[in-house]
């Protein structure tokens, strides 16, 4: 059964303080995936990653940064939250299954920041 | 400019009965489709994909086409279970870059029973 987790469900930092999100795949999925979900927005894709220490910026990265250090392990980073910065986070991995593609989501981390 | 379109924020169909979600693209690059449902303060699952060398994907109750000169693609749930009310997403992507998948607004099912 694919599994992606999240390290915590719910998170509550203060303004400034440095976050960490992390995410670990079972699928050995090349691709991992950092998006962020708002009401009315939909899901927009903050960073991705298609191999080890590899990163693309996705539609939003401005005030995030990312990890790949291992194949199964993708972090997202907050270096310095911003109360808009609050939302829910999912991280996602994927890759190529016999003509088609797959994606599967963590359980998502909704961040407060106050 | 949304690259993935949902037009109809929600749907509502009788049980049993055919649900037909509707997504539209405008990047004629986009070679891979994802449908997602989402229930509330849970994750997306994934539930089917085609890529562009096909037309059809059937996965038990859930079979996606996709119409490449219209740009058009849609997921149809037959039977409709009360179970299937969710918000789905359809989701696109390039190869060529590398599978940074672009998601639609979302349409919220209700299957009425």
């Known amino acids: 059964d694919v599994k992606v987790t999240q390290s915590s469900r719910y998170l509550v930092k203060r303004t400034g303080e440095k976050v960490f999100l992390e995410c670990v795949q079972d699928?050995?999925?090349?691709?991992m995936f950092w998006y962020r979900q708002d009401p009315g927005l939909g899901l927009r894709l903050i960073y991705f990653s298609y191999d080890v220490k590899m990163k693309e910026k996705g539609d939003i990265p401005e005030g995030y940064s990312v990890s790949r250090e291992k194949k199964e392990r993708f972090s997202l980073i907050l270096e310095s939250a911003s109360t808009n910065q609050t939302s829910m986070y999912l991280c996602a991995s994927g890759g190529v299954k016999g003509d088609s593609y797959e994606q599967y989501f963590g359980p998502g981390t909704r961040l407060t920041v106050t | 400019d949304q690259q993935v379109k949902q037009n109809s924020p929600s749907l509502s169909v009788q049980e049993g009965r055919i649900s037909i979600l509707n997504c539209d693209y405008t990047n004629s690059m986009f070679d891979y489709f994802l449908w997602y449902k989402k229930y509330p303060a849970e994750g997306p699952t994934f539930l089917i994909s085609?890529?562009?060398?096909?037309d059809k994907n059937e996965d038990g109750r859930f079979t996606v086409f996709l119409n490449k000169s219209a740009k058009h693609l849609s997921l149809h749930i037959v039977p409709s279970q009360p179970g299937d009310s969710a918000v789905y997403f359809c989701?696109?992507?390039?190869?060529?870059?590398?599978?940074?998948?672009?998601f639609g607004p979302g349409t919220r099912l209700s299957v009425l029973p």
């Open positions: 989701a696109a992507s390039a190869r060529n870059y590398g599978q940074n998948f672009v």
């Open positions: 699928m050995d999925h090349e691709n």
């Open positions: 085609i890529s562009s060398i096909k």
